[in-house]
Nanobody, 116 residues
């Protein structure tokens, strides 16, 4: 059974930074994609960033230049560094995703709120 545990969410002011982490456990295949999605109130879940196990990164246009995704394959952990350009529209529940040949797996979500 695959489990994803996220951490690092919280309340920040505009311009501050935040780093999310997500650790996967269970049967993890070496070829996979890990990433982050987010869902704001009243909106659909949307892609933030993904990264393959071979290092290819994909970002939503809204976060390019502000957020950086990275991962530690040895630890099956993915990170999302949200740099000092956070905006109120980044407020959402952020979900970690692991995609393998066996399907999609999701974390429970971590709340990120950007407010002055």
């Amino acid at each position: 059974q695959v489990q994803l545990v996220e951490s690092g969410g919280g309340l920040v002011q505009p311009g501050e930074s935040l780093r999310l982490s997500c650790a996967a456990s269970g049967t993890i295949f070496s070829i996979n994609t890990m990433g982050w999605y987010r869902q704001a109130p009243g909106k659909q879940r949307e892609l933030v960033a993904t990264m393959t196990s071979t290092g290819f990164r994909n970002y939503a246009n809204s976060v390019k230049g502000r957020f950086t995704i990275s991962r530690d394959n040895a630890k099956n952990t993915v990170y999302l560094q949200m740099n000092s350009l956070m905006k109120p529209e980044d407020t959402a529940v952020y979900y970690c995703n692991l995609r393998m040949t066996t399907g999609d797996y999701w974390g429970q979500g971590t709340q990120v709120a950007v407010s002055s």
